[in-house]
């Protein structure tokens, strides 16, 4: 009988625990990666900032957590830019797709000016959206800088 409990007790667990596992993401090749992308870059990181993004409704009790990423572009594939800098905001944590750029390094960058939040719900010292501001993560194909990847753009 205890062990009826045991097995009982185990498929319990196992059925309610939320998943906390780590990002789940369908990847695309090149062309669909950049169909779906409002701008697709070239660039150099020259900051990384992490901030805390505060939900507007006090309802809420945790914060987000987000990565401010700067880069210099160095070529603009896809996209009209308006600086020769762009703002590249990403999830800080890895569960949560969020990308880890490297200072100094440069990336190929699928950014979309959207994010899931609504921009009205949460408030931040920085600006979230704009010209210039986008959003990225492992799910839209963002990666470090790749000849390969370039070759596959540019036939595009």
Known sequence: MRFLYRITFVSVLLTT???TTACDCILTGVKEAVKRADAVLLGTVISVKDLEIVPVDVLTHFPLYVRRVELI???AFKGRMVSDTVVVYTAVEGTECGFDFRLGLSYIVYGDRD???DSR???SDEPLYG???YWT???TRTRLYDEA???GIDAL
């Open 137 to 139: 993560s492992i799910c």
């Open 17 to 19: 625990a939320v998943d």
């Open 131 to 133: 010209r210039g501001i």
């Open 115 to 117: 994010t899931s939040f």
């Open 121 to 123: 719900q949460v408030s």
């Open 149 to 151: 990847e370039v070759k």
């Open 73 to 75: 572009v160095d070529r």
